[in-house]
Antibody, heavy 122, light 109 residues
Framework: EVNLVESGGGLIQPGGSLRLSCAASGFTFRNYAMTWVRQAPGKGLEWVSAISGSGGTMFYADSVKGRFTISRDNSNNTLYLQMNSLRVEDTAIYYC???????????????WGQGSQVTVSS | QSALTQPPSASGSPGQSVTISCSGTSSDVGGYNYVSWYQQHPGKAPKLVIYEVDKRPSGVPDRFSGSKSGNTAFLTVSGLQAEDEAHYYCSSCAGTNNVFGGGTKLTVL
């Protein structure tokens, strides 16, 4: 059974940093692209970032480019999102999702985690 | 990186069909066949119901179908059931990133 569990969220001051993790199990992790999607309170979904199965190709939304870094550890089946220079507008639930295949930017998330709350506030 | 345009709301009675549109440009919806549709119930994670314009993931009823014409994609839900009431979001590849629509609240009357 596919399972994705996010962790690392919390309350952080503007300008601070957080690293989210997404522990994956139940599938051959290295064979699938992975995506981060966020949802601000009461708002719609926003695509954040994606990474290929090998970790060699990464994509970012303009709103986070230069501040967030996506990475993965295929030996430990874990996806990461390093978030620096956090802003109030980054406040959201952050979801990780497994792609149907290998095309990182396709956003075909067939399995999702439960989400991790990130709150940026002074 | 502009959001795709969806109607904020749609509705239908049980058993009826409803179609939700997702309007983009030639740089996203019109340029790629990587259009996905997600269903989201309140407080839950999104669920993939259509990917690559018209493919259904395993376990999704065939009442859900997708199509595309030019720069606009469509999700049709046939034989509406009470459990179909949810928010629906489209998304599309836009080259080196991806973009979601603003979402459509589907109400089953």
């Amino acid at each position: 059974e596919v399972n994705l569990v996010e962790s690392g969220g919390g309350l952080i001051q503007p300008g601070g940093s957080l690293r989210l993790s997404c522990a994956a199990s139940g599938f051959t992790f290295r064979n699938y692209a992975m995506t981060w999607v966020r949802q601000a309170p009461g708002k719609g979904l926003e695509w954040v970032s994606a990474i290929s199965g090998s970790g060699g190709t990464m994509f970012y939304a303009d709103s986070v480019k230069g501040r967030f870094t996506i990475s993965r550890d295929n030996s430990n089946n874990t996806l990461y999102l390093q978030m620096n220079s956090l802003r109030v507008e980054d406040t959201a639930i952050y979801y990780c999702a497994k792609d149907v295949g290998t095309v990182a930017v396709a956003n075909r998330g067939d399995y999702w985690g439960q989400g991790s709350q990130v709150t940026v506030s002074s | 990186q502009s959001a795709l345009t969806q109607p904020p709301s749609a509705s239908g009675s049980p058993g009826q069909s409803v179609t939700i549109s997702c309007s983009g440009t030639s740089s996203d919806v019109g340029g790629y066949n990587y259009v996905s549709w997600y269903q989201q119930h309140p407080g839950k994670a999104p669920k993939l119901v259509i990917y690559e314009v018209d493919k259904r993931p395993s376990g999704v009823p065939d009442r859900f179908s997708g199509s595309k014409s030019g720069n606009t994609a469509f999700l049709t839900v046939s034989g509406l059931q009470a459990e179909d009431e949810a928010h629906y979001y489209c998304s599309s590849c836009a080259g080196t990133n991806n973009v979601f629509g603003g979402g459509t609240k589907l109400t089953v009357l």
